[in-house]
């Protein structure tokens, strides 16, 4: 993380959030202007449009059924070669501060970013995905990154984000979470999340944003 992402990252965890996002917005407002005017072109479709408002609603949607299958198969198999070849892409991680990840796209990365044409970078930007975000944020999302990573049990303790948090990457951040291995019990190690209902009634602080689950199940129910 740059000293610029890790500054904006500290300012969203504070009160001054709002307000620095209402600057940042006021001094792009044309370009934000064209973002929503190109939402508004857009020809989303009435199961995109659920999906959307799903995610409004709840903080989250499952938006399996809406994938390109061919482009989701490109990206299934690309996913495994790179899976198949980690030992040389643990090797040539950028980053390695979380331990139990392994980064397996940093060595296609140059300057930090993914070229256009990546397949994973076309996942993430195939049509039924932008017509989603696009409805619901009621403009045209821009992609901030693309992570393929390799979670591994360490059987060291839960740290950093293995743990429940919030994400401060921005005042409001859309992810989208693919699986390239199959989850069927715990021991597979799925993705776990609070619906908005509950995220709302738990209250989590600005500060200290890493908690375990016990503490969690005092304010929600397992």
Do not use: C
Not at 36 to 57: F, I
Not at 61 to 86: C, H, W, Y
Not at 119 to 129: E, K, N
């Amino acid at each position: 993380m740059g000293l610029m992402s890790r500054a904006m990252w500290h300012v969203n965890r504070s009160p001054l959030r709002y307000a620095v996002k209402s600057g940042v917005s006021a001094w792009h407002l044309g370009e934000k202007r064209e973002r929503r005017r190109q939402a508004q072109l857009l020809n989303v479709s009435p199961a995109e449009r659920t999906k959307a408002t799903e995610l409004n609603r709840d903080g989250y949607s499952v938006v399996t059924e809406l994938m390109d299958p061919s482009i989701k198969q490109e990206f299934a198999r690309a996913g495994l070669a790179r899976l198949n070849d980690i030992e040389t892409s643990e090797g040539k991680q950028t980053s390695t501060w979380k331990k139990f990840w392994v980064r397996l796209l940093d060595a296609e990365m140059k300057d930090g970013k993914l070229s256009a044409d990546n397949i994973f970078v076309r996942y993430a930007l195939q049509p039924s995905v932008i017509n989603v975000i696009s409805a619901a944020l009621g403009e045209i999302p821009w992609l901030d990154y693309v992570l393929l990573s390799y979670s591994r049990h360490t059987g060291e303790q839960l740290a950093s984000s293995q743990l429940w948090h919030r994400d401060h990457d921005d005042v409001r951040v859309i992810k989208l979470f693919s699986y390239l291995t199959d989850v069927e019990e715990d021991g597979d190690g799925p993705f776990t999340f609070l619906p908005r209902q509950s995220t709302d009634k738990f209250g989590f602080p600005l500060i200290g944003s890493h908690f375990p689950d016990d503490q969690v199940f005092q304010k929600v129910p397992r």
